[in-house]
């Protein structure tokens, strides 16, 4: 039987952060939550933009959550509240069929993305009444999946409210699809670690069929994340979007080239596996089919045999069709090379030699090194940072997540921890005042948490 999300008991006094919560609900509705779910954030460790493409991802879990406090009621509605100011209360009719305007990315749109992948699996017309609120600790548009924890907390809360059970992987699933109703092309990495996630492992989570696997990080260094302050809303912006329509885009090429039917390649590991071919083999494919200039939508069009009206129709998404060049070479090299660093560097843990920290720095270094140029999803803080971090005593240091701005992840020796932390607070939060005044929350040792759980007062 697979196993279903943890349902733990707490003691009120003993968590600060749920008493408080459960105070804040009870002034805001007027009665007790009945139970409380919480979904993590994660950090990536390595295998950026590869998990839309079909390849293999290596995350964990962190601390910072997202946290719900909920009670189960007659009143036909859906009731949000956040503890946050900035996130404003909204309710919304059971009988009401649930819209998402992905226009308008608003933080309960991602709570309802949750409530709606649920409603859809168990075809449920009328949702149990319910009042909620919410409660985050992860900096959003940072690259640490709040986004995500939001969706899978409120997946698992509507599922609880009503009494409705499901596995972690299915949920992780349906959470994985239903977040795209925002319109973002995401390709599940998030929403898997946030319901797979074992507190001390990190994770080698593998797509088709989803499954996570154990990875033992090695003895002697501590991951540390940073965040740059530069805040990125994927939802709000077209750049995801268009890395992942690149990818398409290239997988049809590259499939073409080889004679297999383009119209049913979707995702660049596809391609491989058809040709049965290793990675690098497909690195040399990429050198040999595709061209480092952009490609016009003329120019694929013509490739790939098809009218501009099924270009705009079949693979471009509803926010990016404007866009006019393409760099399929890039995008290709970015994937397949990452794809192999996350093989190599869960063999280096598996191995655990002495030279293991040196190694998996090295393949840390190179997927910063790949998302920045190849894939162009850095920025000039996140390079700033990563500098910085590598000045300052990291062994590897690469972004982490979407990019374009949030954060970086370093592997330091753990003797260097404190000296790490000291340096970096110096030379990039201390010399600006904006900086500075988020530093507390944006440069923090982290260790591997556990999955999303349902949580009851005892
Ligand atoms: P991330 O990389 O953190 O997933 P996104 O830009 O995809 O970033 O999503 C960030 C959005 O998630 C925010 O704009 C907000 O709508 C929602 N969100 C994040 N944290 C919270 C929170 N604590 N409460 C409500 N909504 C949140
Ligand atoms: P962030 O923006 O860090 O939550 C996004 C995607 C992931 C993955 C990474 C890049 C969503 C929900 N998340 O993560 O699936 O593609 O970018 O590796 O779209």
Partial sequence: MASCPPKSKFKITSNERLKELKEKFEAKFGESPLFYACGPGRVNLIGEHIDYCGYSVLPMAIEQSILAAVSVNNSGMIQLANTNPQYQDFKVSCSEEIIIDRENPKWYFYFLCGVKGIQEKFGITHLAGMSCVVDGTIPPSSGLSSSSALVCCSGLLTMEANQKSLSKVALAEICAKSERYIGTEGGGMDQSISFLAEEGTAKLIEF???????????????????????????????????????????????????????????????VQTELKASLDEMLVLVDEVLHPDPYSREEICKVLGITSEQFCTELLSANTQNVTHFKLYQRAKHVYGEAARVLKFQCVCDAGSAESLQLLGELMNQSHASCRDLYECSCAELDQLVDVCLKSGAIGCRLTGAGWGGCAVSMVPSEKAEGFLKAVREAYYMSDPRRASMEKQSLFVTKPGGGAAVLLEE
Wanted: glycine letters at 4%; aromatic letters at 4%.
């Fill in 208 to 270: 088709q069929p989803l499954r996570a696997t154990d990875v033992r990080l090695p003895e002697g260094a501590v991951f540390v994340i940073s965040n740059c302050c530069v805040e990125m809303n994927k939802a709000a912006s077209s750049h995801y979007n268009i890395r992942v329509v690149e990818c398409r885009i290239a997988t049809k090429m590259l499939a073409l080239s080889k004679g297999l039917d383009p119209s049913r390649m979707l995702k660049l590991s596809q």
